[in-house]
């Protein structure tokens, strides 16, 4: 019996070997998940990046 898995989008089962897929169960899933990360429905958990105090120089304030 071949593995199943559920498909990380739309959680129906589907088979890992020979599924050109995968992870997802088919190329629509694939499509739809490719999407969402281009229109930022997804995003990695990041720390803030520290902010410049008013008034402090940075690298763009310098002329060459």
Request: charged share 35%; with cysteine.
């Given at each position: ?14 088979v890992?070997e020979?599924n050109?897929?995968?992870?997802f169960?088919?190329e629509?899933c ?5 999407g969402?990360?281009?229109n930022?429905?997804?995003?990695l958990?990041?720390q803030?990046a520290?902010?410049h105090?008013k008034g ?9």
């Open positions: 019996m071949p593995r199943t898995f559920p498909c990380p989008r739309c959680g129906e089962p589907s890992w020979g050109e897929f995968r992870p169960c088919s629509r694939k499509l739809i998940d490719l969402a990360w281009a930022d429905e997804y995003r958990p990041t803030d520290p902010q105090n402090s120089q940075n690298e763009d304030d310098y002329e060459d």
